[in-house]
C-alpha cells in the first residue's frame, strides 16, 4: 500500500472536519475524493500533505508512519500537492515557478523541467512569462507542473478543473492521465464528479467528514444514489448511513422563519396598499 489513511480525525478549533476518515492508494492508481462543498475532502488531502494536524488517526505512506512528519519531509518523501486555487507566485517567471516546485531537491532537476515543457508545451512558449498574467487554465498546468518538478510517488490535486472552461478541463483531465501511465499516483479531489470518476480506478464519496461509499470508479458512476446526488440526477438522495436529527432540526427552523418572512413580506404589502388608498382618498378631498 503506497498511501493509506487510517481513521484519522482533524478538528479545526472544536470543530470536526474529519471524523474518522479511512482511505487507501495502490501505488499506480488514481484515487478520487468527491463529495459536496465541506465535505471535507481538502482537508482529507492537507492532513495528508502535512498542513494540518492530526486530532487522532494515522497517516502512513510507502511503509512509514508520517503522521508527525513536517510537511517539507513529506515532499522530499515523495508526496507532491498541486493545491486548490493553484497557489502560483504571481510576480515570478512559468520558468521560475517550476523551480521552485525542486527547491528542497540538491540533485539536478533539468530532466524534470524539459518533462514539464513536453507535458504541457504552453509553458514551454511562456517560460519568461509571470504566472500572474496567465489565463487560469495555464497556471493550473504550471501548479501541476511544479509539482512534478519534486519527482512525487504521488501527486495530490485539489479540484484542478475549477473555474476552468469545458475544453480545458478536458485537457487537465486528459493530462492527469498522462501523468498517472508515466508512472505516477494520483490521489484526486475534484468536485466535477463525472470527469473525476471517468478517469480514476476507484472513489470515494465523502459527507461531513465521513466516507459514507467506496467502490470502483465505474460502479459509482452506475450508482443510482451516486448519479442523483453528485452526477445530475433528477433527485438527490443522502449517501450517509444516517440522517443528521440537528441539521433536520436547523433545516425545519430555517424552512419556518421563511415562511414567518413570506408573511411579514404580505402584511407589509398590504400596509402600502391601504397607505396608497387613502393617501388616494386625501387628494380627491
Known amino acids: 500500500m503506497l498511501l493509506e489513511i487510517d481513521d484519522i480525525h482533524v478538528h479545526y478549533g472544536k470543530i470536526a472536519a474529519l471524523k474518522g476518515i479511512s482511505v487507501s492508494v495502490e501505488q499506480g492508481e488514481i484515487v478520487t475524493l468527491i463529495g459536496a462543498n465541506g465535505a471535507g475532502k481538502t482537508t482529507t488531502l492537507k492532513t495528508v500533505s502535512g498542513l494540518r494536524s492530526l486530532s487522532s488517526g494515522a497517516v502512513r505512506f510507502d511503509g512509514r508512519d508520517i503522521s508527525r512528519m513536517p510537511g517539507h519531509k513529506r515532499v522530499l518523501a515523495g508526496i507532491g500537492q498541486a493545491p486548490e486555487g493553484r497557489g502560483i507566485f504571481p510576480g515570478m517567471t512559468v520558468e521560475e515557478n517550476l523551480l521552485m516546485g525542486a527547491y528542497a531537491r540538491k540533485d539536478d532537476s533539468s530532466k524534470e523541467l524539459a518533462e514539464a515543457y513536453e507535458l504541457f508545451p504552453r509553458l514551454a512558449e511562456r517560460r519568461t512569462q509571470a504566472g500572474g498574467t496567465m489565463s487560469g487554465g495555464e497556471q493550473q498546468m504550471l501548479a501541476i507542473g511544479r509539482a512534478l518538478m519534486a519527482k512525487p510517488k504521488v501527486l495530490l490535486l485539489d479540484e484542478p478543473s475549477m473555474g476552468l472552461a469545458p475544453m480545458l478541463v478536458q485537457q487537465i483531465f486528459s493530462i492527469i492521465q498522462e501523468i498517472n501511465r508515466r508512472g505516477t ?101
Do not use: C, F, I, M
Open 185 to 285: 499516483t494520483v490521489l484526486l479531489v475534484e468536485q466535477n464528479a463525472q470527469q473525476a470518476l471517468q478517469v480514476a480506478h476507484r472513489a470515494y464519496v465523502l459527507e461531513t467528514g465521513r466516507v459514507v461509499k467506496s467502490a470502483p470508479a465505474g460502479e459509482l458512476l452506475d450508482d443510482p444514489q451516486v448519479r442523483a446526488a453528485y452526477l445530475g440526477g433528477a433527485s438527490g438522495e443522502n449517501l450517509a448511513p444516517a440522517p443528521d436529527v440537528a441539521s433536520a432540526d436547523s433545516d425545519t427552523a430555517s424552512a419556518d422563519s421563511d415562511t414567518a418572512s413570506a408573511d411579514s413580506d404580505a402584511a407589509s404589502a398590504k400596509s402600502d396598499v391601504a397607505t396608497a388608498e387613502t393617501t388616494e382618498e386625501s387628494e380627491e378631498d
